[in-house]
């Protein structure tokens, strides 16, 4: 499956050439593919490349978020052209409850360009995956630009808004099944397994 990113959050066309994701099967997991403008803006961040860095969203980064509509359990990758990444487990809305995991990511830059490889282990997505967004951030300040696959449509802006990428009632429909076949099933995942027996415990 092949996206591209053609407008900023809020509903406006994009002046550059689109950020374009690529879905695909993975040997245990879902390979994500990028392939974007470099903006080179901000700088890199401080932290060394294949790492996960906190904070990568305040950088250059394309993200990809997974969610399960029903519990609102869903999964966060951010990846920087620099080498950086950040995933994120997340149950309810903007709750992490795990992140900074590693992941498998290969970066290639040229002075305008940048290309990317993740693979994201099925171990990291919640049960159930059924609705999805893709977002991408570069710029400084005032040039700081925010876009997103799916935005929220520019009737429902309101006075003083800013970009949150956590708005998961904008997420659509998707199906991993679409990319794996009809007859395929999402492989259950043991570190969400724990995040529900701990939820139990807490609310005991």
């Not at 040229?110 to 290309?115: A, I, L, N």
């Not at 999805?132 to 925010?146: C, M, Q, V």
């Not at 076949?181 to 995942?189: A, I, L, T, V």
């Amino acid at each position: 499956m092949d996206f591209k990113i053609e407008h900023t959050w809020d509903g406006l066309p994009i002046c550059h050439e689109p950020v374009w994701i690529g879905l695909r099967p993975g040997d245990g997991g879902l390979m994500m593919e990028v392939k974007a403008p470099f903006f080179n803006d901000p700088s890199a961040p401080p932290g060394e490349a294949g790492k996960p860095f906190e904070g990568l969203w305040h950088y250059e980064v394309v993200e990809a978020f997974f969610l399960n509509d029903r519990t609102k359990q869903y999964l966060e990758v951010e990846l920087c052209p620099h080498g950086q990444h950040l995933v994120i487990l997340l149950s309810g809305r903007r709750h992490s409850w795990k992140q900074e995991l590693p992941l498998a990511f290969e970066v290639s830059r040229s002075e305008t360009t940048w290309e990317g490889k993740a693979l994201l282990p099925w171990n990291y997505f919640p049960p159930g995956v059924e609705k999805f967004n893709l977002y991408a951030i570069h710029g400084s300040k005032a040039g700081r630009t925010y876009e997103a696959l799916y935005p929220i449509p520019q009737d429902e802006i309101q006075k003083g808004q800013e970009p949150d990428f956590h708005r998961l009632e904008y997420f659509k429909s998707f199906s991993l099944n679409m990319i794996f076949g009809k007859d395929w099933k999402q492989p259950e995942s043991d570190l969400w397994m724990s995040q529900k027996s701990i939820a139990k415990e807490e609310s005991k």
